[in-house]
């Protein structure tokens, strides 16, 4: 996770200025707490990927410019893992939960010191990975304690999968 704080830095003012248009053009709305009887029913989490692929890692970043992200997912190139984080304040470890359109399951995230972030690590291989890249549309990230994220199933993380296959 070392190389997420610089490349957030590079990227936050790009982001914010593109992100402020987009807002004002959409009148941008937070999710709702409630969590809907079926994930594609919520509305989508405002933001937009963002990737960056650099020696030791590669990245995609969803959200709208923060300097961390609301959620993140990671390829470990040296390590060959790929980690999935979301932003909370809470101390880990909690409970994150994905939902695709064929697959639900329950990870077990660590805190990521110095992100703000909590993280669970997979294996490249892990079918969820591929649930998550061909789900219809998006995909759901719960969180305990924190709104639920819809977000979308864009190109940034398959790419992200496919460097640490």
């Given amino acids: 996770w070392q190389g997420m704080k610089a490349l957030s ?12 248009c987009a807002n004002a053009a959409q009148g941008a709305q937070e999710p709702e707490g409630d969590m809907y009887e079926n994930y594609l ?8 990927w963002l990737y960056s692929d650099e020696a ?4 995609g970043l969803f959200g709208i410019g923060n300097p961390v992200h609301p959620f ?5 190139k040296q390590a060959k893992r790929i980690g999935l984080a ?20 329950q990870l077990v995230a660590n805190k990521v010191e110095g992100y703000g972030l909590v993280a669970a690590d997979l294996a490249p291989e892990d079918p969820l990975l591929d649930a998550m ?14 709104e639920p994220l819809y977000i979308p199933a864009w190109a940034e993380v ?3 999968i ?4």
């Fill in 9 to 20: 830095h590079v990227l936050l003012a790009a982001i914010a200025t593109v992100a402020a």
């Fill in 86 to 105: 979301r932003r909370t304040e809470k101390a880990g470890p909690l409970t994150l939960v994905i939902t695709t359109e064929t697959t639900t399951r």
């Fill in 133 to 146: 890249a061909i789900t219809k549309g998006r995909f759901a990230v719960e969180l305990e304690g924190e």
């Fill in 162 to 165: 496919e460097d640490c296959r």
């Fill in 56 to 59: 030791t890692e590669s990245l």
């Fill in 41 to 48: 029913d919520g509305p989508q989490t405002p933001g937009t």
């Fill in 72 to 76: 993140v997912i990671r390829c470990d």
């Fill in 158 to 160: 398959t790419r992200v």
